[in-house]
Nanobody, 127 residues
């Protein structure tokens, strides 16, 4: 099981980025995928997840209306489209999966529940 996050970079406030989480070694269609982030000096926090029941989605309040999570089944990849970025979105972003957990507020709050993690991608929002 491998997850590879990419797509981070430096962007000005109000700008957009699309992060990709490429899965290998398993079919990500059948499992919850979550995006998490960790800013310097802060604890890791859940950002969004996408489940397997009609691709249900969930977002932390701070990104609602600005971020969109989606799947590309043909590419076994999950995306996080981030619009109207703010300096407080600056962090290392990680994707993760677990073969038992559903997309829920619980996994966004308790990231340790996710068993498999990819390496992070840095997102910096600054003018």
């Amino acid at each position: 099981v491998q997850l590879q996050a990419s797509g981070g970079g430096l962007v000005q406030p109000g700008g957009s980025l699309r992060l990709s989480c490429a899965a290998s070694g398993f079919n990500s269609d059948y499992y919850t995928i979550g995006w998490f982030r960790q800013a310097p000096g802060k604890e890791r926090e859940g950002v969004s997840c996408i489940g397997t029941n009609w691709d249900s989605t969930l977002y932390v309040d701070s990104v609602k209306g600005r971020f969109t999570i989606s799947r590309d089944r043909a590419k076994n990849t999950v995306y996080l489209q981030m619009d109207n970025l703010k300096p407080e979105d600056t962090a290392v972003y990680y994707c993760a999966t677990d073969f038992e957990e559903s997309c829920s507020s619980s996994i966004l709050q308790y990231s340790y529940k996710m068993d498999y993690w990819g390496k992070g991608t840095q997102v910096t929002v600054s003018s």
